[in-house]
């Protein structure tokens, strides 16, 4: 049986407490790995960024519970396992024996995933779903105060070799981009959970998007907010007709600078010697050719940066340790088999969770697993550290908010349903249910103290007006 302290920890962290637990995750993506360098004083950043990231996600499920993830995560790893394994046996580098570069790269690739054994539902959705809707303007903040006060090198707007200038908060403008838009998807979760805030934290986060420059991230923000805002006010959101007045005036406002600066981006791309797509049109014939020497089995997990050494191109050796596309990424790491098992793994994936939600979320899920995927055909979703675990954090949220009418039952020790617990061992309310009982009472009209009733719920569906959209039964 669990310990009368923790069942109080856990139940004040179901209340707005809660907020700061998602932080030991999100919070290390606020910074980019030369950060990390910098802070540490040694040349390993990339790697201490994902260990405090895994160090945080052990922390949360200790402090959470443990749940099992959904069978596509253990596919989605599994491939990637049997990638490294494969790759140690052909030798797939010309490296005999123990091969580190090809386990970081494998570790890499597997570790942002970790966030599915988090039980979430402990968590009241609006304050677990809320620091990562906020991680991009977390990132401003510290490189604001950090480039005020000198205690980071960190640059807060980058002027790029065409002129235009980028918002980069201290990392590269497309890992920000990248962080922004699965900060879009998250508000857009707390909006459809009826929180007001939660459209006007979209709107911020798709204009932290696109003052990156980032085209790709700019339109995938742009087909998850235009979509969920039609949801929105066709299921009456709270604030959508204001919503729909921020929304014009910001496009016309932002677009007066924006535009111009995407313009700007594009001619002196190409003015420069290099190609429209930044470059991206060389890497990907290069790939690709290294893609056709191993189509099969690939050359092992991590292996952009080798390969991009010993490209003949200037700019691949300069600017592309990996394709800037996920699934050439997946394609020479992986192979073509494992990389059709890890996509096809990754689709059911989001199928699973789709059929779990209820109609509101449904919309959420299917347009932002559509702008994903377009977005994962020109940057590196799952290899940038702020693109991949938010990605990862914000499908295991949409996968609990499937699961938590369940979480607001009562719950016996172990997790079982009271139908199901035995019936010498009276079953234990859960911790959000705790959470409330401890709440001030309220003065009844007679005058009598009555205990905190629960709001009656708006929403059709099974829906709840603060809680999760799960589909009826």
């Known amino acids: 049986m669990k310990s009368d302290w923790y069942r109080r920890l856990q139940s004040v962290l179901a209340g707005p407490a809660g907020v700061v637990v998602p932080l030991l995750v999100v919070l290390p993506l606020a910074l980019s790995s030369a950060s990390f360098n910098e802070i540490t004083g040694t040349g390993s950043g990339a790697t201490l960024q994902k260990l405090a990231v895994v160090v945080g996600t052990l922390i949360v499920a200790l402090l959470l519970g443990i749940r099992v993830p959904p069978l596509p995560v253990w596919l989605l790893a599994g491939a990637v396992a049997v990638a490294y ?87 590269p403008p497309a890992f920000l981009a990248g962080l922004s838009l699965m900060a879009v998807g998250a508000s857009m979760l707390i909006w459809a959970t009826k929180h007001w805030i939660g459209f006007y934290l979209a709107v911020i986060n798709v204009a932290i998007v696109a003052l990156t420059g980032t085209r790709m991230a700019t ?184 699961g938590d009418q369940a979480a607001t039952a009562s719950e016996s020790d172990d997790g079982v349903a009271p139908s199901e617990a035995p019936a010498h061992r009276p079953a234990a309310a859960s911790p959000r249910r705790e959470y409330r009982a401890r709440q001030p009472r309220r003065m009844s009209a007679s005058g009598d103290h009555t205990a905190p009733q629960p709001r009656e719920s708006s929403v059709p569906y099974g829906g709840f007006r603060n809680g999760p959209l799960v589909a009826a039964s």
């Not at 677990?128 to 401003?140: E, G, N, S, W």
């Open 85 to 171: 394994i494969v790759g140690l046996i052909t030798e797939a580098r010309g490296i005999s024996g123990f091969d580190a570069d090809m386990l970081f790269g494998a570790a890499g690739l597997i570790y942002p995933w970790l966030v599915f054994f988090i039980d979430w539902r402990k968590l009241a959705p609006f304050w677990r779903t809320l620091p990562l809707a906020v991680a991009p303007l977390l990132a401003i903040v510290v490189s604001s105060v950090a480039e005020l006060t000198g205690a980071l090198d960190l640059t807060l707007i980058r002027q790029e070799y065409t002129g235009a200038a980028r918002l980069s908060a201290g990392m």
């Open 219 to 402: 339109a995938a923000a742009g087909l998850v907010f235009v979509c969920m805002l039609v949801v929105g006010v066709v299921r009456r959101y709270p604030h959508w007709i204001a919503g729909l007045v921020v929304t014009v005036v910001a496009a016309v406002g932002g677009g007066v600078y924006i535009i111009p600066n995407f313009l700007q981006r594009i001619a002196g791309a190409s003015g420069g010697g290099t190609l429209q797509g930044s470059g991206r049109e060389l890497a990907w014939a290069y790939f690709f050719q290294r893609f056709l020497e191993r189509p099969l089995t690939g050359f092992g997990p991590g292996s952009g940066p080798l390969l991009a050494e010993q490209a003949g191109s200037h700019v691949v050796r300069d600017f592309f340790v990996s394709p800037h596309n996920t699934y050439l990424t997946m394609a020479v790491d992986l192979g073509a088999i494992l990389g059709l098992v890890f996509f096809g793994a990754l689709i059911w994936l989001f199928v699973v969770i789709w059929r779990r939600l209820g109609r509101d979320l449904r919309w959420l899920m299917l347009v932002f697993a559509i702008a994903t995927l377009i977005y994962a055909g020109f940057d590196n979703l799952l290899t940038a550290p702020q693109s991949a675990v938010a990605f990862c954090v914000f499908l295991a949220l949409m996968w609990s908010s499937a």
